[in-house]
């Protein structure tokens, strides 16, 4: 039988916590509208008693979404319970999420209270919480680092007063996978009423076991999870709601599943972090950039005969049409082939050895090679007249220094060095072509155009010339723009001489 784990996004709450992320309301809306899509169960929209905006962005995402259900964060003090209260008064299905802390850290350091005190307080805060609204989700801060025993306690304490859901915070991202799991299984096993409410967790990402800890607790009984989009959140993050529900819908014979659309995972994963303005490492799991991306040659050949060699979810599931195969110095023949008729070139064997080199120098100057690239090197050759070609180039210029080039051209079957001045490299390298060509060649026009973005890659090169009253054009291509100059030129000149 097959075991639903209900979502419970904090993006909006714990997620917007970060430092500089924060959302307007309107911001808020569109990725709360987002969730909805998604397919999430929860939506905690923020901590009302905290600002009018955050009881702003309550109330208007109450407005805004139909399904989810909308929660809203409070201590256990009446005020925060009141003002939140008010602020979900738009909800079709609200939840109030009250709590305190249960470590002798929080009692004694941070309370100045006793073990008897806390469970007064956190009954109380639940009963006036389930006189206002439906439903009452308990947390007991830094669960993580409270003894079993006495968590139990304050557990039944919490469900007597009338919490459904039971939230049991690692708060500080301590516990190791096996001793949360721990946890959870104690409350199952020692919490007579514990049937009543649906065990939580909200696990922290400090010690970089976040989703792990996660998981150990479904595997021991807990069937709701909070986390984030991309892990967000407080410090180090939080338990990052795709990896939770691709962990599970890869896992299958677990038995547990979400209603979350994974194919809307890759569109939320991006607006988030475009509006938090907060970038997705991409080695991250899922959805950073490279969770799909191959470039190891051996990775490639095995990816191209079968994905599932390398691949253990299809990315079509998390919303990206195919994975990439990421072309470097390291790839191989096969990747190489496979890409370039991707883009609609076919090359015979014998065509692809003499391309295969050349792709290999290119890619160990430019570390990564796009599809642009690839057809530069396809066309590169393929108007050049053979009657003139570039043997050797060096230029010299700087600051007060007038620019030399010296050029070594084939040239009619013959062999010519000519050096050259002019203002600036290309200038001068041109003025040492036109020295050995012997020939008035007018430079008509000339336009750069960088590919893609950064200092290593190619730039792409047009010219026009002049010549006995006819133009010709030409088209170089380099990681040099002085050799992509040079290489136009020579596309031109040699259609002109021709």
Do not use: W
């Not at 397919?39 to 109450?62: L, N, W």
């Not at 076991?209 to 999870?225: D, E, K, P, Y």
């Not at 997705?280 to 994905?307: E, W, Y």
């Not at 036109?434 to 336009?447: A, G, P």
């Amino acid at each position: 039988m097959k075991e639903k784990v209900y979502i419970f996004d904090t993006t909006l709450r714990d997620g917007e916590q970060v430092p500089g992320c924060q959302l307007n309301t309107v911001e808020k809306i569109e990725v709360a509208r987002m969730l909805e899509t998604l397919g999430v169960d929860v939506i905690e929209a923020g901590f009302p008693v905290s600002s009018p905006g955050d009881f702003s962005s309550v109330v208007e995402i109450s407005r805004a979404v139909t399904n989810p259900t909308i929660c809203a964060l409070t201590r256990a003090v009446e005020k925060d319970i009141e003002v939140a209260a008010d602020a979900l008064k738009f909800a079709r299905r609200g939840r109030i999420h009250t709590g305190i802390g249960t470590s002798d850290f929080h009692i004694k350091y941070k309370f100045n209270s006793t073990p008897e005190e806390i469970v007064e307080r956190a009954v109380k805060a639940v009963k006036f919480a389930r006189n206002l609204v439906g439903e009452v989700e308990f947390y007991a801060e830094d669960a993580g680092r409270t003894d079993n025993k006495y968590l139990a306690r304050v557990v039944e304490a919490a469900i007597g007063a009338g919490a459904t859901i039971i939230n049991i915070p690692d708060t500080t991202g301590y516990t190791l996978p096996h001793e949360y799991g721990a946890k959870i299984k104690y409350l199952v096993e020692h919490v007579p009423s514990i049937h009543k409410a649906i065990i939580s967790t909200h696990c922290h990402n400090d010690l970089g076991m976040a989703t792990a800890n996660t998981l150990s607790g479904i595997l021991n009984g807990a069937r709701q999870v909070e986390v984030t989009v991309n892990g967000i959140g407080e410090r180090a993050g939080n338990t990052s709601l795709e990896e939770v529900v691709m962990i599970l819908k890869s896992h299958k014979k677990k038995g547990l599943y979400t209603d979350v659309n994974s194919k809307k995972i890759m569109p939320i994963s991006r607006l988030v972090s475009t509006l938090m303005r907060m970038p997705v490492q991409p080695n991250k799991a899922i959805v950073g950039r490279n969770a799909f991306a191959h470039s190891s040659g051996i990775h490639q050949d095995g990816f191209l005969k079968k994905r599932e060699t390398y691949e253990i979810i299809n990315p079509k599931d998390v919303g990206l049409n195919q994975s990439s195969l990421i072309l470097t110095a390291r790839s191989g023949r096969a990747a190489l082939k496979h890409r370039l008729e991707e883009i609609g070139v076919k090359l015979s064997k014998p065509e692809l050895d003499e391309l295969y080199p050349r792709f290999l120098e290119l890619a160990d100057k430019k570390k990564e090679i796009n599809d642009d690239d690839l057809l530069v090197l396809v066309d590169r050759d393929k108007n050049v007249d053979r009657s003139i070609r570039l043997i050797g180039l060096q230029v010299l210029c700087g600051k007060n220094l007038q620019a030399s080039a010296t050029v070594k051209l084939g040239y009619n079957g013959e062999e010519f060095t000519e050096v050259g001045l002019g203002n600036g490299p290309i200038d001068a390298s041109l003025n040492a072509i036109r020295s050995i060509v012997r020939q008035k060649i007018h430079l008509e026009d000339f336009v750069i155009q960088a590919i893609t973005r950064g200092s290593n890659d190619i730039g792409k090169v047009h010219m026009s010339v002049e010549y006995k009253g006819i133009l010709f054009y030409g088209f170089g291509a380099n990681t040099d723009i002085v050799q992509a100059s040079v290489e136009a030129f020579l596309d031109a000149v040699g259609k002109a001489l021709k």
